[in-house]
């Protein structure tokens, strides 16, 4: 499976709940929406990271790929970018890990010169705050809906990052 299309599922809320959020009038009721909206966007993130891994190590060797499959299978959750660094890439080898973090500091640049956006603290933020909202129920004050689903496409590119690094 195409690493791309895990996001179908957080694109199609944010699609759905938008409407929705610019004409209600409850600011509990948006934080829950975006809430909700993180738990999804991080979920497309995770599946997303195991299908890079698993595709890679697969196209690399049959065993190898057997072997990714069944260590992705128990990762529930850990997609900070610094346990993806070092915990997931450079355990493929230290190139890379190069290659991921000059592709970031590349598209980073540029991301942010077109949309005002960090990728790489966007894709960290909505991390933290979808464990703050599923792990302990807490609502971040700070962000709203649009400012999460913003987040959410500009994390995305830390993901295209990712698959280009994972390369043959």
Same mark, same amino acid.
């Given at each position: 499976?195409?690493?791309?299309?895990?996001?179908?599922?957080?694109?199609? /809320?944010?699609?759905? $709940?938008?409407?929705?959020? %610019?004409?209600?009038?409850?600011?509990?009721?948006? %934080?829950? !929406?975006?809430?909700?909206?993180?738990?999804?966007? /991080?979920?497309?993130?995770?599946? &997303? @990271?195991?299908?890079?891994?698993?595709?890679?190590?697969?196209?690399?060797?049959? /065993?190898? *790929?057997?072997?990714?499959?069944?260590?992705?299978?128990?990762?529930?959750?850990? @997609?900070?970018?610094?346990?993806?660094?070092?915990?997931?890439?450079?355990?493929?080898?230290?190139? !890379?890990?190069?290659?991921?973090?000059?592709? $970031?500091?590349?598209? *980073?640049?540029?991301?942010? @010169?077109?949309?005002?956006?960090? @990728?790489?603290?966007? !894709?960290?933020?909505?991390?933290?705050?979808?464990?703050?909202?599923?792990?302990? *129920?807490?609502?971040? &004050?700070?962000?709203?809906?649009?400012?999460? &689903?913003?987040?959410?496409?500009?994390?995305?590119?830390?993901?295209?990052?990712?698959?280009?690094?994972?390369?043959?």
């Amino acid at each position: 499976m195409n690493y791309a299309q895990h996001f179908q599922h957080a694109d199609d /809320v944010i699609e759905h $709940l938008t409407p929705l959020v %610019a004409a209600e009038r409850n600011p509990l009721l948006e %934080a829950r !929406y975006t809430g909700f909206l993180t738990v999804a966007a /991080v979920t497309t993130y995770e599946l &997303a @990271i195991k299908s890079i891994f698993i595709s890679f190590a697969q196209s690399k060797h049959k /065993v190898l *790929g057997s072997f990714t499959e069944s260590h992705f299978n128990r990762i529930n959750g850990k @997609i900070k970018l610094r346990i993806v660094k070092d915990d997931y890439v450079l355990r493929f080898g230290k190139q !890379y890990l190069d290659r991921f973090n000059r592709k $970031l500091d590349e598209c *980073g640049r540029k991301y942010y @010169i077109d949309n005002k956006l960090d @990728i790489v603290s966007s !894709y960290g933020n909505l991390v933290v705050w979808r464990n703050d909202f599923a792990h302990e *129920g807490r609502i971040r &004050a700070n962000s709203t809906f649009l400012e999460t &689903a913003h987040a959410y496409t500009a994390g995305k590119e830390v993901i295209r990052c990712l698959a280009e690094s994972m390369r043959r």
